[in-house]
């Protein structure tokens, strides 16, 4: 089965819910509607072969509406053929069903993209951060955080003496999009010259002590 | 000065007999192993909860290691991140390196000529070769032979040459670029190539000695943390443990990228599913990847090894200060990058580990919109409490050695 053939299947079964197909590359992608994921997902497990999930991503399109999208890359061993899916939601309501019923694999990934972006998976057995840890207030992967990182509270260790010291946070040399915002304006410097303000208030450097 | 009781010793069955008049349950105990411990290879944290030797369940705890890697990419040009790559999978840096050219290459829609794919082919079985002997030594370490790990990592060192030799440096090798290499090869790595594939089988056939049939060893492994061909599948492991739980997939095989398709190789595949049997694979693929490069040393093409496209593969450095048109390209491509089409793609290649794979959203320009990288270590850790429930304690130490993860990739 090629994945038009899926194609095909899916929308012969699921009819509006699936929008038109895109191909880029050879790979084929279609946005599912976000109530009809599971359903399709499974479908797609049961009746075309599509028997591992190779990868689920979060992506955040920050200015759109909806804002968010999950991405599945679904693969089958017995065709060796790869399907891509999309679902987008929404930022006040970013909730999407989790397919952990389907492939025990979209576990680690949903908790991720729930670390990363803040999208939530109904049915999901043990939606924590992954990556991050239990109590960071923030989505890191979000476009609107920082990439010199935000301040935040850190975890509480069975070791830890007194305070912890927060490593300090630096931009590299990093290069806008074609297009985009001056090196001057765009992150992350600015928001690194913001807090190192911030910070030598509170603390100043040896030189300005004497 | 503190209070001495009395303890009267009793057999076993005596003792037996007052803990069920007494009531006593097993109580389970939670243990915290790693992050420092020696066989997490890493910064693997893992909390078991016992019950007296067995364990009953895991829960890994990762991300001791995360950098942001993909929010880094979104914030630096295509080019920029090829270092950032050397980091995932530290073992196997030019693997990675040439798993992400080939990536942006997709996206972009460039082909590199013959000579790149073979020097590429290359990297990457040295890699593996590389990936799989610390694997191994590890291995046999953390089951108590420490011998094999000083000889693999005599082997490994003579990859660390190699690598110097190709590219300048021995760990964070950054040798790709997109649309083809730093550099060509130099012309004494050919013989350092052949003396090293002349060496290397006996040495290895010396590590098979020590271990394959070693009774310690096969104890120690052997229906050890199986996992079965359904499990691995509904969890989507990849690689060396995919393929030793008996599912006979490859990546070089199933989607021959990067020239796969000319070379004579075979992918072995385990019955069991069990730490032995993860052992063996890797085993035969070290050989197999001797065959590899044997191959691509004899048909090693010639000609260019860079991509004609101009806007964007990097100039020449001599054309670069001599040319007009080749120190405009260098400068753009250098400060604004690559400007890729807009689209995504998702492109993996046969990693030592497993299959890494890029997912990158582009909207045009020299940045990614969004670079997810798809870590074949991140996946198959997540097998390790379903292998590893009902076992011993210490079948924890030999079930995580086979899995030979790394946790720079997992945490990225």
């Known amino acids: 089965m090629t994945p038009k053939e899926a194609i095909e299947k899916l929308t012969a079964k699921f009819g509006e819910t699936i929008a038109q197909p895109v191909e880029f590359r050879g790979e084929h992608t279609v946005a599912v509607a976000r109530e009809k994921i599971a359903d399709v997902c499974a479908f797609l497990k049961r009746d075309c072969t599509f028997d591992v999930l190779t990868d689920l991503s979060g992506v955040d399109n920050y200015g759109d509406d909806p804002r968010f999208e999950v991405v599945y890359h679904l693969y089958s061993l017995t065709h060796h053929c790869s399907l891509r899916l999309k679902v987008r939601v929404s930022e006040d309501d970013p909730i999407v069903d989790s397919v952990t019923g389907v492939w025990r694999t979209a576990d680690w990934h949903e908790r991720e993209a729930f670390d990363m972006f803040g999208i939530r998976f109904r049915n999901h057995p043990n939606l924590k951060r992954i990556l991050m840890w239990e109590g960071y207030p923030y989505f890191p992967l979000r476009k609107d955080f920082p990439l010199a990182g935000q301040q935040a509270e850190l975890p509480e260790t069975a070791v830890n003496a007194g305070r912890v010291e927060a490593a300090p946070m630096l931009g590299g040399p990093f290069v806008p999009a074609i297009g985009t915002r001056s090196s001057v304006v765009r992150e992350p410097r600015q928001v690194d010259t913001v807090v190192e303000n911030i910070d030598r208030v509170k603390h100043p450097t040896k030189k300005e002590q004497v | ?412």
């Not at chain 2, 032979?145 to 082997?155: K, M, S």
């Not at chain 2, 790709?176 to 056939?205: H, S, V």
């Not at chain 2, 070089?252 to 063996?280: Q, S």
């Not at chain 2, 089409?341 to 794979?357: D, H, I, T």
């Open chain 2, 1 to 412: 000065m503190a209070t001495q009781h009395e303890i009267e010793l009793m057999d076993s069955a005596t003792r037996a007999q007052q803990a069920t008049e007494l009531g006593l349950r097993g109580e389970r105990m939670i243990i915290n192993m790693g992050p420092q411990h020696p066989s997490t290879h890493g910064v693997l944290r893992l909390v078991l909860e016992l019950d007296g030797e067995e364990i009953v369940n895991v829960w890994p705890d990762i991300g001791y290691l995360h950098r942001g890697d993909e929010k880094i990419a979104e914030n630096m040009t295509y080019t920029q991140f090829i270092p950032y790559t050397d980091r995932l999978d530290y073992l196997a840096p030019l693997a990675n390196n040439v798993a992400y050219a080939y990536a942006v290459e997709k996206l972009c829609g460039i082909d590199v000529p013959p000579r790149c794919k073979y020097i590429r082919v290359i990297c990457a079985e040295l890699a593996r070769i590389s990936s799989h002997l610390l694997g191994l030594g590890a291995f046999g370490m953390d089951v108590g032979a420490l011998t094999v790990f000083l000889y693999t990592f005599r082997e490994r060192e003579k990859i660390y040459d190699l690598a110097e030799c190709i590219c300048g440096a021995r760990f964070t090798t950054s040798y790709t670029r997109i649309g083809g290499l730093a550099n060509d090869m130099p012309a004494e790595f050919l013989p350092m190539l052949r003396t090293f594939l002349k060496e290397f089988p006996k040495n290895l056939d010396e590590v098979d000695k020590l271990l394959t049939r070693n009774r310690i060893f096969l104890d120690r492994t052997r229906d050890v943390g199986v996992l079965s061909k359904e499990d691995a599948i509904d969890l989507g492991v990849t690689g060396p443990i995919l393929r030793a739980s008996g599912v006979d997939w490859d990546i070089r095989k199933a989607h021959p990228y990067g020239g796969y398709e000319n070379f004579e190789f075979e992918v072995p595949v385990g019955m069991v599913g069990d730490c032995y049997d993860r052992y063996l694979v890797r085993m035969e693929e070290m050989r197999q990847s001797v065959r590899i490069l044997h191959q691509a040393i004899d048909n090693l093409p010639t000609g260019p090894w860079n991509a004609p496209e101009a806007k964007i593969v990097l100039p020449e450095k001599k054309a670069v200060l001599t040319k007009m048109e080749e120190l405009i390209h260098h400068f753009i491509n250098v400060t604004q990058g690559i400007n890729a089409p807009p689209g995504e793609v998702y492109f993996s290649a046969e990693n030592p580990k497993g299959e890494l794979g890029f997912y990158i959203v582009s909207r045009g320009g020299g940045a990614p919109h969004r670079l997810k990288i798809r870590a074949p270590s991140f996946v198959n850790l997540q097998a390790l409490p379903v292998m590893s429930k009902g076992h011993m304690m210490s079948d924890m130490v030999a079930i995580l050695a086979s899995l030979d993860f790394v946790m720079g990739e997992c945490d990225r």
